[in-house]
Protein backbone atom coordinates (compact mmCIF):
# COMPACT_ATOMS: atom_id res chain seq x y z
CA UNK A 1 0.00 0.00 0.00
CA UNK A 2 1.03 3.60 0.16
CA UNK A 3 3.54 4.97 2.31
CA UNK A 4 3.27 8.49 4.12
CA UNK A 5 6.05 9.61 5.76
CA UNK A 6 5.74 13.00 7.81
CA UNK A 7 8.96 15.14 9.30
CA UNK A 8 9.76 16.18 11.39
CA UNK A 9 8.35 13.93 14.13
CA UNK A 10 8.72 16.55 16.84
CA UNK A 11 9.25 20.33 16.77
CA UNK A 12 9.45 22.81 19.66
CA UNK A 13 8.59 26.57 19.06
CA UNK A 14 8.92 30.12 20.72
CA UNK A 15 5.39 31.63 20.04
CA UNK A 16 5.56 33.71 16.90
CA UNK A 17 8.01 31.92 14.99
CA UNK A 18 6.93 30.22 11.42
CA UNK A 19 7.98 26.61 10.57
CA UNK A 20 7.37 23.93 7.86
CA UNK A 21 5.96 20.94 8.33
CA UNK A 22 6.52 18.08 5.39
CA UNK A 23 4.61 15.21 4.21
CA UNK A 24 6.04 12.87 1.45
CA UNK A 25 4.20 10.09 0.00
CA UNK A 26 5.22 7.22 -2.18
CA UNK A 27 2.21 6.99 -5.01
CA UNK A 28 -0.01 8.88 -6.80
CA UNK A 29 -2.63 10.34 -5.06
CA UNK A 30 -6.31 11.43 -5.33
CA UNK A 31 -7.13 13.19 -1.69
CA UNK A 32 -4.75 14.42 0.36
CA UNK A 33 -5.99 16.05 3.75
CA UNK A 34 -3.97 17.60 6.75
CA UNK A 35 -5.47 17.38 10.31
CA UNK A 36 -4.35 19.04 13.48
CA UNK A 37 -5.39 16.80 17.23
CA UNK A 38 -5.73 19.23 19.60
CA UNK A 39 -4.70 18.18 23.03
CA UNK A 40 -8.51 17.05 23.45
CA UNK A 41 -7.94 14.46 21.02
CA UNK A 42 -9.97 15.99 18.20
CA UNK A 43 -8.98 15.44 14.75
CA UNK A 44 -9.77 19.06 13.23
CA UNK A 45 -9.89 19.12 9.33
CA UNK A 46 -7.09 22.02 8.13
CA UNK A 47 -6.84 21.43 4.78
CA UNK A 48 -8.16 19.35 1.50
CA UNK A 49 -5.36 19.78 -0.79
CA UNK A 50 -4.53 16.78 -3.38
CA UNK A 51 -2.84 19.55 -5.77
CA UNK A 52 -2.31 23.55 -5.81
CA UNK A 53 -1.87 25.63 -2.90
CA UNK A 54 -4.64 27.42 -0.25
CA UNK A 55 -4.06 30.04 2.66
CA UNK A 56 -6.52 29.92 5.70
CA UNK A 57 -5.73 32.31 8.28
CA UNK A 58 -2.25 32.19 9.50
CA UNK A 59 -2.06 28.30 8.01
CA UNK A 60 -1.07 27.51 4.12
CA UNK A 61 -0.16 24.47 2.52
CA UNK A 62 1.15 23.30 -0.93
CA UNK A 63 0.84 20.08 -2.59
CA UNK A 64 3.04 19.20 -5.89
CA UNK A 65 1.15 15.78 -6.62
CA UNK A 66 4.15 15.12 -9.41
CA UNK A 67 6.86 15.28 -7.28
CA UNK A 68 4.30 13.30 -4.41
CA UNK A 69 4.97 15.79 -1.32
CA UNK A 70 2.86 18.63 0.14
CA UNK A 71 4.06 21.26 3.42
CA UNK A 72 2.09 22.39 5.88
CA UNK A 73 3.13 26.27 6.68
CA UNK A 74 2.63 27.63 10.36
CA UNK A 75 3.00 31.40 10.46
CA UNK A 76 3.45 33.10 13.81
CA UNK A 77 2.60 30.22 15.92
CA UNK A 78 0.52 31.04 18.89
CA UNK A 79 0.26 28.28 22.02
CA UNK A 80 -3.14 26.91 20.79
CA UNK A 81 -1.43 25.68 17.64
CA UNK A 82 0.36 22.62 19.25
CA UNK A 83 -1.02 19.19 18.98
CA UNK A 84 -0.14 16.67 16.04
CA UNK A 85 -0.13 17.29 12.56
CA UNK A 86 -1.52 14.73 10.56
CA UNK A 87 -0.89 13.96 6.31
CA UNK A 88 -3.55 11.65 5.11
CA UNK A 89 -3.68 10.36 1.63
CA UNK A 90 -5.66 8.30 -0.71
CA UNK A 91 -4.12 6.48 -3.80
CA UNK A 92 -7.56 5.23 -5.40
CA UNK A 93 -11.22 5.49 -4.19
CA UNK A 94 -11.39 7.01 -0.24
CA UNK A 95 -9.38 5.16 1.92
CA UNK A 96 -7.23 7.24 3.88
CA UNK A 97 -3.50 6.27 4.98
CA UNK A 98 -2.03 8.34 7.62
CA UNK A 99 1.28 9.77 8.33
CA UNK A 100 2.63 9.09 11.95
CA UNK A 101 2.09 13.02 12.71
CA UNK A 102 4.47 16.12 13.42
CA UNK A 103 4.04 16.70 17.45
CA UNK A 104 4.34 20.31 17.67
CA UNK A 105 4.35 22.33 20.99
CA UNK A 106 4.29 26.29 20.76
CA UNK A 107 5.80 27.81 24.36
CA UNK A 108 5.06 31.13 25.16
CA UNK B 1 -25.14 22.07 11.28
CA UNK B 2 -24.27 18.69 13.72
CA UNK B 3 -20.63 16.93 12.99
CA UNK B 4 -19.73 13.52 12.86
CA UNK B 5 -21.86 12.14 16.34
CA UNK B 6 -20.29 9.02 18.47
CA UNK B 7 -21.47 7.87 21.50
CA UNK B 8 -20.21 6.88 24.21
CA UNK B 9 -16.74 9.47 24.30
CA UNK B 10 -15.68 6.92 27.19
CA UNK B 11 -16.35 3.18 27.59
CA UNK B 12 -14.24 1.03 30.26
CA UNK B 13 -15.03 -2.55 30.29
CA UNK B 14 -13.70 -5.73 31.46
CA UNK B 15 -11.90 -8.34 29.16
CA UNK B 16 -14.38 -10.32 27.60
CA UNK B 17 -17.34 -8.22 27.55
CA UNK B 18 -19.38 -7.18 24.62
CA UNK B 19 -18.64 -3.63 23.54
CA UNK B 20 -20.15 -1.75 20.95
CA UNK B 21 -19.74 1.71 19.79
CA UNK B 22 -22.14 3.71 17.77
CA UNK B 23 -21.96 6.95 15.13
CA UNK B 24 -24.15 9.07 13.31
CA UNK B 25 -22.70 10.31 10.41
CA UNK B 26 -22.91 13.75 9.10
CA UNK B 27 -26.57 14.36 6.92
CA UNK B 28 -26.12 13.81 3.44
CA UNK B 29 -23.21 12.17 3.65
CA UNK B 30 -22.60 8.70 1.92
CA UNK B 31 -19.63 7.61 2.79
CA UNK B 32 -18.65 6.46 6.42
CA UNK B 33 -15.64 5.26 7.94
CA UNK B 34 -14.43 3.65 11.32
CA UNK B 35 -10.69 3.97 12.00
CA UNK B 36 -8.81 3.08 15.83
CA UNK B 37 -5.95 5.14 16.82
CA UNK B 38 -3.34 3.07 18.84
CA UNK B 39 0.19 4.94 20.10
CA UNK B 40 1.88 1.73 18.33
CA UNK B 41 0.16 1.87 14.91
CA UNK B 42 -0.93 5.42 14.76
CA UNK B 43 -4.06 6.09 12.58
CA UNK B 44 -5.28 3.19 10.43
CA UNK B 45 -8.83 2.21 9.05
CA UNK B 46 -11.24 -0.40 9.92
CA UNK B 47 -13.61 -0.50 7.16
CA UNK B 48 -15.75 2.11 5.43
CA UNK B 49 -19.10 1.45 3.68
CA UNK B 50 -20.35 3.77 0.35
CA UNK B 51 -24.42 3.89 0.21
CA UNK B 52 -24.60 1.85 3.51
CA UNK B 53 -22.89 -0.91 2.05
CA UNK B 54 -19.21 -2.23 3.16
CA UNK B 55 -17.03 -1.55 0.69
CA UNK B 56 -13.37 -2.58 2.24
CA UNK B 57 -13.33 -4.59 5.37
CA UNK B 58 -9.54 -5.50 5.01
CA UNK B 59 -8.42 -3.31 8.64
CA UNK B 60 -10.95 -5.09 10.66
CA UNK B 61 -8.39 -7.13 13.26
CA UNK B 62 -10.00 -10.24 13.70
CA UNK B 63 -13.61 -11.90 13.64
CA UNK B 64 -14.12 -10.31 16.97
CA UNK B 65 -14.53 -7.26 15.37
CA UNK B 66 -18.15 -6.51 12.88
CA UNK B 67 -19.30 -3.50 11.54
CA UNK B 68 -23.06 -2.25 10.30
CA UNK B 69 -24.80 -0.03 8.77
CA UNK B 70 -28.47 -0.09 9.31
CA UNK B 71 -29.47 3.06 7.52
CA UNK B 72 -27.61 6.06 5.76
CA UNK B 73 -27.79 8.00 9.68
CA UNK B 74 -26.49 5.31 11.96
CA UNK B 75 -23.71 2.89 12.08
CA UNK B 76 -21.95 0.40 14.40
CA UNK B 77 -18.61 -1.13 15.48
CA UNK B 78 -18.67 -4.70 18.06
CA UNK B 79 -16.67 -5.80 19.67
CA UNK B 80 -17.28 -9.62 21.13
CA UNK B 81 -15.33 -10.58 23.32
CA UNK B 82 -13.62 -7.31 24.15
CA UNK B 83 -9.37 -7.87 24.83
CA UNK B 84 -7.20 -5.37 26.87
CA UNK B 85 -5.31 -4.48 23.34
CA UNK B 86 -8.46 -3.33 21.84
CA UNK B 87 -8.02 -0.37 24.44
CA UNK B 88 -7.52 2.59 21.57
CA UNK B 89 -9.48 5.41 20.26
CA UNK B 90 -12.28 4.45 17.53
CA UNK B 91 -12.83 7.39 15.46
CA UNK B 92 -15.79 7.48 12.92
CA UNK B 93 -15.46 9.85 10.20
CA UNK B 94 -17.83 10.49 6.96
CA UNK B 95 -17.79 12.21 3.74
CA UNK B 96 -19.69 13.10 0.51
CA UNK B 97 -18.10 11.75 -2.42
CA UNK B 98 -18.97 13.69 -4.61
CA UNK B 99 -17.18 16.24 -2.80
CA UNK B 100 -14.33 14.35 -3.70
CA UNK B 101 -13.59 12.12 -0.66
CA UNK B 102 -12.86 14.91 2.38
CA UNK B 103 -13.70 13.32 5.31
CA UNK B 104 -14.59 14.51 8.57
CA UNK B 105 -14.15 12.94 11.50
CA UNK B 106 -15.83 12.78 14.79
CA UNK B 107 -14.57 13.26 18.24
CA UNK B 108 -13.86 9.88 19.18
CA UNK B 109 -14.56 7.02 21.47
CA UNK B 110 -12.01 6.27 23.99
CA UNK B 111 -12.36 2.60 25.07
CA UNK B 112 -10.20 0.70 27.93
CA UNK B 113 -10.27 -2.59 28.35
CA UNK B 114 -9.12 -3.94 31.37
Known amino acids: GIQVEQSPPDLILQEGANSTLRCNFS?????LQWFHQNPWGQLINLFYIPSGTKQNGRLSATTVATERYSLLYISSSQTTDSGVYFCAVAAAGNKLTFGGGTRVLVKP | DAGVIQSPRHEVTEMGQEVTLRCKPISGHNSLFWYRQTMMRGLELLIYFNNNVPIDDSGMPEDRFSAKMPNASFSTLKIQPSEPRDSAVYFCASSLVTRKDEQYFGPGTRLTVT
Open chain 1, 27 to 31: DSVNN
